[in-house]
């Protein structure tokens, strides 16, 4: 009875503090958002009017202080940060392949097979369930594709993420981890504005690319993502830089992006068609030409493409 009081008291008290780091996330003064935390980090002051809303603040730092990587590294006592890529957060251990010992000496042969049998074992008991080990592999799958479209290890963490969450709706079942895994990583790319088509994510997958398409729409449906329309000037640095092209062709290519999207042209069209599109079109106007051929092969679009959204963009441009 004493541990339920306890435990009771101790969930009022949480509710407590979490009202009052609601309360405390704008301003009571003039309520303005912008709270900002002092330099040695025991003020939270309103940037706005100055007022003072918490003194004496928790310090959650090390006690310790390091001028360079290496007094860092000497003085930290955690291992690595805990990683959504992989199935176990990172936080289980791997046993060495080197057969040495503490001292750099070879391993006998009884302990070599010893050791081999630790290992296999170490591997069988990392994933204790078969949602662990569709986990596993799903997120080794989306590490190999993330790698192959030189993408940042935040994308990776995002996709991993909306993969996770729809293992726990059981979104998969019925359908293919690789393509589940795939348009998982599309739609991190998406949302978090790397642009790559869904062409480009199909090449290095192992689904085709119907199928990616179909089943990234059932899980952004399902997941309740919300994914904003790819900007086509997204393309456009990437673009250029595969084509080497100026910078004067790069602005130029925005310009007749911004114009002709306001005149309604985007609507319903492809993006990477129509950033290559501006692209030919910029290289005329810049007299760095390039040919529909090697644009359209650099955005992986048809010429065909390229010719009916450089007319469109030409005739709302007004340029003969």
Known sequence: MARLNRQSETEETQTETDTEESETESCPECESERLVTSGDGDELVCDDCGLVLEDE???????W???????????S??????TQTMHDKGLTTQIDWKNKDAYGRSLSSEKRSQMHRLRKWQERIRTKDAGERNLQFALSETD????ALGVPRSVREVASVIYRRALNEDLIRGRSIEGVATSCLYAACRQEG???SLEEVSEVSRVEQKEIGRTY???????GLRMEPVDPKEYVPRFCS???????VEMKAKEIIDVTAEKGLLSGKSPTGFAAAAIYAASLLCNEKQTQRE??????????TIRNRYQEQIEAMGIQ
């Open 194 to 196: 790397i642009p790559r």
């Open 295 to 304: 644009v359209a092969s650099v955005a992986q679009v048809t010429e065909v």
């Open 242 to 248: 595969e084509l080497g092209v100026s910078e004067e």
């Open 77 to 82: 006592r955690v291992g690595a940060p805990t």
């Open 144 to 147: 190999r594709m993330a790698s």
């Open 65 to 75: 202080r390091a001028f360079n990587h290496g007094e860092r590294e000497s003085k």
């Open 217 to 223: 729409r059932y899980i952004s449906q399902e997941l």
């Open 57 to 63: 603040m928790i310090d959650r730092g090390p006690e």
